[in-house]
């Protein structure tokens, strides 16, 4: 199994940005699809965007597309979620997932992922 520990959240104001890192307990992250999901109070949890096990293709939810950049860091055993142009409705918990075993490619529905970290929280204010 692998632990995953978020960091990086926060309160800011809209427009601004937070960089989120999840580190990977373990010596074999880079066997691992990443992901970040979020849920707000009252709505399901959805993927965010999800990276590939080297790195090389990624996922973006439309509202966060050209916002949000997910990078990893095998040589650490980070994920990161670099978080731009900030608005209220991207008011949340933040997840980090990951899921063992799926080669070249990306996965970003719920029940695709089987390890989970806490959760870091993410609130935007206007």
């Known amino acids: 199994q692998v632990q995953l520990v978020e960091s990086g959240g926060g309160l800011v104001q809209a427009g601004g940005s937070l960089r989120l890192s999840c580190a990977a307990s373990g010596r074999t992250f880079s066997d691992y699809v990443m992901g970040w999901f979020r849920q707000a109070p009252g709505k399901e949890r959805e993927c965010v965007a999800a990276?590939?096990?080297?790195?090389?293709?990624?996922y973006y939810l439309d509202s966060v597309k050209d916002r949000f950049t997910i990078f990893r860091d095998n040589a650490k055993n980070t994920v990161y979620l670099q978080m731009n142009s900030l608005n209220v409705d991207d008011t949340a918990t933040y997840y980090c997932?990951?899921?063992?075993?799926?080669?070249?490619?990306?996965?970003?529905?719920?029940?695709?992922?089987?390890?989970w970290g806490q959760g870091t929280q993410v609130t935007v204010n206007s």
């Open positions: 990276i590939n096990r080297s790195g090389g293709s990624t």
């Open positions: 997932a990951a899921r063992l075993g799926f080669g070249v490619y990306v996965l970003h529905a719920l029940n695709e992922y089987d390890y």
